[in-house]
């Protein structure tokens, strides 16, 4: 795995993905700290046309590049570039001059790394970076920029769903349909959470390096941080189109105002904006989906920190929380320009937005109000002038008798290491989910093997045994389903052998297969100790796998 000393540019590439730069400026900023990390002579990135089959330079980075070069064409599978477009392998050429694939765009090149970034199952582009000596790169390179095509295959389908979402914004308008946003949200929601749990999968190894300092842990800390608000926010536009609310928990709701702010205050900070959360004089619980209810918060702090004017530099937030009887309210106050009085009655709108176009959707609200009415609560706008603002939160407070099953519940067995099981084969059609997912049941000690689809996962179950096998459930071919009523067919020993993993709201039949059997399923993006938990609960006992064997 790349370097811990190469997290915080990791970082700032994330960082710019999240200030939603341009693609050319993303990629551009990848080949500058791609080459000057692995002292490249210079990079290119070459965007691929597959229709007319061949690859065009879209960026370029360090000297000689005349214009000659930046508007040389390669054919689809010529040269190294165009191979890795082909074939969607990155390819590690350690001496261009016995290389017969290496086409000599430069004559001085002696080495070549080249890496795909592959958007919605497809080659979109090619990462190559040239250097002049032979073996200039090794393994560790090749890793640091598998890891930064990620980044830009990340940031590139971020753009394109923008794009999607605007299309699809003025389609219903037309049609003044929402019904049409459930099924397109959810194609959405696969294609992004797929390198969501890639990005949030090898910052878990990374994490796991014992000689990373703590500048370098905290920049971990807020890759996955971030990771984990993208899903978030991909989970909130689900269920707004579904109405449907995640798993319910009893939790403190001081705490979850706790936790918005410590993400926010840095940032609200060097805005000139202060944040107070004040702690209830009453404790009380609330019944929630944390995630959401914290996504509603964060929807109304960054709202009431956007309407702080820059130059006032004496910004105020308050979150206060009370018990109002069998509710528990939040009140956030700002002390921002208020909201004019003609568009007060379409804040909670969907996508209506007095931002710019591409600063915002107009669905923070909208689904944070959706949110709070299906745990059975209020959202309003309760006060606004040019001297500031108020939104209210209530929802219902937690009864103590719903709490009772909670305050006692049976003594649990000790905890049982996930790596005191045998084998587990992956499947996954994504080749970054494999790798990762390999590397971490590998350092648990976990006999693992991998499959790139249900078709080859089931060839390798007729030539050997698993005692787990963790599947993607949406797939190209077969999914993930039909795979598990496949394997079943053949071999009885798999009935209760599978856990699933989705990318995005289940279907109908996927709930009811899952409901038949008693089947898990991990949501994506998940990070390793989610994962580890599962396994942990449901990989086979060792005692059982013994009688098995």
């Known amino acids: 795995m790349p370097s811990y000393r190469f997290l915080p540019v990791i970082s700032e590439v994330f960082q710019a993905i999240r200030r939603k730069e341009a693609i050319d400026s993303v990629v551009h900023l990848i080949l500058e700290k791609a080459c000057q990390i692995a002292d490249a002579t210079h990079g290119s990135f070459a965007l691929v046309d597959h229709e007319a089959r061949r690859l065009s330079i879209s960026n370029v980075f360090g000297s000689d590049w005349t214009l000659k070069k930046k508007l040389c064409q390669l054919g689809l599978g010529q040269g190294l570039t165009g191979k890795v477009a082909a074939t969607g392998q990155p390819i590690l050429c350690r001496d261009t001059s016995v290389d017969p694939d290496y086409y000599p765009l430069f004559s001085y090149v002696r080495s070549e790394l080249v890496v795909p970034v592959i958007v919605k199952d497809r080659v979109w582009g090619v990462i190559n970076i040239d250097g002049s000596a032979p073996n200039a790169f090794d393994d560790s390179t090749l890793e640091l920029l598998v890891v930064f095509a990620e980044l830009a295959a990340y940031a590139i389908t971020l753009r394109l769903e923008m794009s999607d979402q605007d299309r699809l914004y003025r389609k219903l308008l037309q049609s003044e349909k929402l019904a049409s946003l459930g099924e397109a949200l959810a194609g959405i929601a696969h294609e992004i959470n797929n390198p969501l749990t890639s990005i949030l999968c090898y910052t878990s190894l990374l994490s796991q390096d014992a ?16 990771a984990q608000r993208a899903a978030g926010l991909i989970r909130g536009l689900l269920e707004f189109s579904r109405k449907e609310t995640g798993q319910r928990e009893f939790v403190d709701p001081h705490t979850l105002a706790q936790e918005i702010a410590g993400l926010k205050r840095y940032q609200l900070r060097m805005a000139g904006v202060k944040l107070v959360v004040t702690r209830p004089a009453e404790p009380s619980l609330v019944h929630v989906c944390p995630q959401q209810i914290k996504q509603v918060l964060h929807n109304l702090i960054s709202n009431a920190e956007q309407a702080m004017p820059r130059q006032r530099g004496h910004g105020h937030i308050r979150v206060a929380i009370e018990r109002c009887g069998a509710l528990v309210r939040f009140t956030v106050t700002d002390n921002g320009d208020g909201i004019p009085d003609h568009l007060r009655d379409r804040i909670f709108d969907p996508f209506f ?15 944070s109000h959706t949110i709070v009415e299906a745990h059975g609560g209020t959202l309003q706008l309760t006060q606004t002038s ?104 053949r071999n009885p020993h798999y009935e209760r052998r599978f856990m699933f993993m989705s990318g995005f709201l289940l279907r109908a039949d996927v709930k009811a297969h899952l409901a038949a059997t008693g089947l898990p399923c ?4 998940f990070s390793f100790d989610e994962l580890q938990r599962e396994l942990v609960r449901h990989l086979p006992a060792p005692d059982a796998l013994a009688k098995a064997c």
Do not use: C
């Open 211 to 226: 000689s990373a300092a703590d500048s370098q842990r905290r920049s971990l800390d807020i890759i996955a941080s971030e």
């Open 353 to 367: 937005t007095t931002k710019a176009p591409g600063e915002g959707t107009g669905l923070g609200l909208s689904i």
């Open 386 to 489: 040019p001297a500031g603002t108020t939104f209210t939160l209530e929802l219902p407070a937690a009864e103590p008798a719903a709490l009772a099953p909670e305050v006692a519940p049976p003594p649990a067995a000790p905890p049982r290491a996930a790596s005191s099981t045998g084998r587990v084969l992956i499947v996954d059609d994504e080749p970054h989910i494999l790798e990762a997912l390999t590397a971490f049941l590998a350092r648990q000690q976990i006999d693992v093997s991998s499959a790139p689809s249900a078709t080859d996962a089931l060839a390798l179950l007729g030539r050997e045994t698993f005692d787990l096998v963790l599947t993607d459930v949406r797939m190209p071919g077969m999914d993930g389903i039909e795979f598990h009523t496949a394997a079943t067919r």
């Open 522 to 525: 991990i949501e994506k993006p």
